[in-house]
């Protein structure tokens, strides 16, 4: 029996129009060396239904459908956990393969560097209901180099995309953390190369689509205070030790509470109960008493990052 190279990983919910566009994004694809691996956390049967006259066109592929829901990420990790393929590529059943090329291009990036810990490519996100091209995800070389120097430096932002835009070694895969909804594929990611080669492997090529609807859990995510000022400090706290002497993340801190405009400890102890960086007092401080613009220069001041954050920041 031939060895199975690439485990496409769909965990599914309900969506039976989103999710047969992504399996004949897959069954179109010229890289035929792969296995699917369907997780089905869908209350009813539809998907099930949908599964058993479905034509896999003879492709090996697994269906599971979970006892009780499981939720997102722990779905996610749920499919992971049956993939015998030597690579781990998650495909997020509303999203789909942008090419018929696509899967040989995500086998390329590991292929070809194989001291890569994980391959991406650009994604562009599509509104769903209209088709249209809402943005595209291509990171610089530049922020590419920053993460691979300090991958924390992912804390200030999502550059590599979600996890439909990666492909991950087997070997190297790092389960991700069923605490986390909003930021569960940032702090995947930072796992992955800390604790493997900080390495990451590039293709420019937009070889995946995310689709993007009003109902997704992303909508309900984006600016709920709650999820952001919690998800943020916890890995904030669970990655200390990574983040010394990196002012991007500095600036992310202040980022936030300007967003979320928060105006003391208090108000943050009402979504995170854990640790908080001492620098806390201090931005809350500077905000209070002085204008936004002075703020900004006082913390992009050298002295004051020296001070607050490249020595101790907890």
């Given at each position: 029996?031939?060895e199975?190279?690439v485990?496409?990983?769909?965990?599914?919910?309900?969506?039976?129009?989103s999710?047969?566009?992504?399996?004949?994004?897959?069954?179109?694809?010229?890289?035929?060396?792969?296995?699917?691996?369907?997780?089905?956390?869908?209350?009813?049967d539809?998907v099930?239904?949908?599964v058993?006259?479905?034509?896999?066109?003879?492709?090996?592929?697994k269906?599971?459908?979970?006892?009780?829901r499981?939720?997102?990420?722990?779905?996610?990790n749920?499919a992971?956990?049956?993939?015998?393929?030597?690579?781990?590529?998650?495909l997020?059943?509303?999203?789909?393969?942008?090419?018929?090329?696509?899967?040989?291009?995500?086998?390329?990036?590991?292929?070809?560097?194989?001291e890569?810990?994980?391959?991406?490519v650009?994604?562009?996100?599509?509104?769903?209901?209209?088709?249209?091209?809402?943005?595209t995800?291509?990171?610089?070389?530049?922020?590419?180099?920053k993460?691979?120097?300090?991958?924390?430096?992912?804390?200030?932002?999502?550059?590599?995309?979600?996890?439909?835009?990666?492909?991950?070694?087997?070997?190297?895969?790092?389960?991700?953390?069923?605490?986390?909804?909003?930021?569960?594929?940032?702090?995947?990611?930072?796992?992955?190369?800390?604790?493997?080669?900080?390495?990451?492997?590039?293709?420019?090529?937009?070889?995946?689509?995310?689709?993007?609807?009003?109902?997704?859990?992303?909508?309900?995510?984006?600016?709920?205070i709650?999820i952001?000022?919690?998800?943020?400090?916890?890995i904030?706290?669970?990655?200390?030790d990574?983040?010394?002497?990196?002012?991007?993340?500095?600036?992310?801190i202040?980022?936030?509470?300007?967003?979320?405009?928060?105006e003391?400890?208090?108000e943050?102890?009402?979504?995170?109960?854990?640790?908080?960086?001492?620098?806390?007092?201090?931005i809350?401080?500077?905000?209070?008493?002085?204008?936004?613009?002075?703020?900004?220069?006082?913390?992009?001041?050298?002295?004051?990052?020296?001070?607050?954050?490249?020595?101790?920041?907890?």
């Amino acid at each position: 029996m031939n060895e199975v190279i690439v485990s496409i990983c769909i965990p599914t919910y309900k969506n039976i129009t989103s999710f047969e566009r992504c399996l004949t994004s897959i069954l179109s694809q010229t890289y035929n060396n792969y296995e699917i691996i369907i997780t089905d956390d869908t209350p009813s049967d539809v998907v099930n239904d949908f599964v058993v006259t479905y034509d896999f066109k003879g492709k090996p592929y697994k269906y599971i459908k979970n006892k009780v829901r499981l939720g997102s990420p722990a779905n996610w990790n749920e499919a992971i956990k049956y993939a015998s393929g030597k690579y781990i590529k998650v495909l997020h059943h509303d999203d789909w393969f942008t090419y018929s090329h696509s899967l040989q291009i995500f086998v390329n990036t590991l292929e070809n560097k194989p001291e890569a810990s994980i391959g991406f490519v650009s994604s562009k996100n599509i509104n769903t209901e209209n088709g249209n091209t809402i943005n595209t995800n291509s990171p610089s070389i530049n922020i590419i180099s920053k993460i691979e120097n300090t991958p924390a430096f992912l804390i200030s932002g999502n550059f590599i995309g979600s996890p439909s835009a990666t492909i991950f070694r087997k070997q190297n895969i790092q389960y991700f953390d069923e605490k986390l909804i909003w930021l569960v594929d940032v702090e995947a990611y930072l796992n992955i190369l800390r604790i493997h080669n900080r390495l990451l492997s590039f293709d420019k090529n937009d070889a995946i689509s995310i689709g993007v609807s009003n109902s997704q859990l992303t909508r309900e995510c984006e600016n709920n205070i709650q999820i952001n000022i919690y998800e943020f400090f916890y890995i904030l706290h669970k990655y200390k030790d990574d983040i010394l002497g990196n002012k991007e993340i500095l600036n992310s801190i202040v980022r936030l509470i300007y967003s979320f405009n928060l105006e003391n400890i208090q108000e943050v102890r009402r979504y995170y109960q854990g640790p908080l960086p001492k620098c806390l007092l201090f931005i809350f401080f500077i905000k209070k008493y002085f204008h936004k613009k002075i703020a900004c220069k006082i913390f992009n001041s050298r002295m004051i990052f020296r001070t607050l954050f490249k020595q101790n920041i907890y």
